[in-house]
């Protein structure tokens, strides 16, 4: 990983303490003795190396984006390890920029697969994507209280809904809670989700489900994680500022 390696060049970069003496003890036993002081060639870094090495770092990343994914990806770094995984057991929401591509379809779901399938694009309307995506997401809303065992149209229903997020009772199963279109410039669109226990492909698969939907085919074109929970890109790092002081700073944040 680049930020470890990074940060591991940085911190070797640093002052760091001069190598300890080494005290010698010479002279003949019968008479005087001079002690002699000198530089430890056993604590000089050309000998034993870099000051620190990637067995000092432990890291892990509190949910997996996948690879055709950028954007907020959170990382516990040593001490933050435990944080992460509680994180990552809290199941927070995260939110997506999704953009797709009409007239195309291809054999993976992304813009770097092969073309299966080609139709045309050009009877969508926002309209008729609105109508298509409000379909999709009371879909999901049923379906997290049919989890629940309770009827959507029932007073149980009512006072769950009130108690906050409704969340799905097995950490397996995706569910949306919202989804728009922000952007729409056929063959170009773009959706904005908000889910939970998502993964990679099925974001895509929702792409290739609207598509069908709306009488065409579509492919999605990237994938962009906006907030993780309550961390949003503000808090994110470009690749460029993955260093020391710039990991400090947002860290101190």
């Known amino acids: 990983m680049n ?8 911190l070797c970069e640093l002052k760091c303490r001069p190598p300890i003496d080494h ?3 010479e002279g003949d036993p019968t008479k005087t003795l001079t002690v002699q002081k000198s530089p430890s060639y056993a604590d000089h870094p050309l000998v034993v190396g870099p000051r620190y090495q990637p067995c000092d770092f432990r890291c892990t990343w509190a949910t997996y984006l996948g690879k055709d994914t ?3 990806f959170v990382l516990g770094l040593n001490a933050g390890l435990s944080l992460a995984r509680r994180l990552h057991m809290t199941r927070p929401t995260r939110a997506y920029h999704i ?5 195309q379809a291809t054999d993976n779901y992304f813009q770097d697969g092969r073309i299966v399938e080609k139709a045309t694009f050009h009877h969508i309307k926002r309209i008729h994507m609105a109508r298509v995506l409000s379909s999709m997401q009371a879909a999901h809303q049923k379906q997290m209280f049919e989890q629940c065992g309770v009827d959507l149209q029932s007073q149980a229903a009512y006072e769950l ?5 409704v969340r799905p009772s097995s950490g397996n199963i995706p569910v949306i809670y919202s989804i728009k279109c922000i952007h729409l410039q056929p063959p170009h669109f773009t959706l904005e989700v908000q889910c939970i ?6 974001l895509k698969t929702i792409i290739h489900e609207v ?9 999605c074109t990237s994938i962009q994680c906006i907030r993780h929970g309550h961390l949003k890109l503000d808090h994110a790092l470009l690749r460029k500022y993955w260093h020391l002081q710039q990991i400090l700073d947002n860290m101190a944040k």
């Open 3 to 10: 930020l470890l390696q990074n940060l591991i060049q940085n």
């Open 23 to 25: 005290i010698s003890i």
């Open 70 to 72: 950028s954007g907020v």
């Open 99 to 103: 953009q797709g591509i009409f007239g």
């Open 161 to 165: 809904a009130v108690q906050g997020l």
């Open 197 to 202: 226990n998502e993964y990679e492909m099925y």
């Open 211 to 219: 598509g069908m939907q709306l009488r065409s085919v579509a492919t």
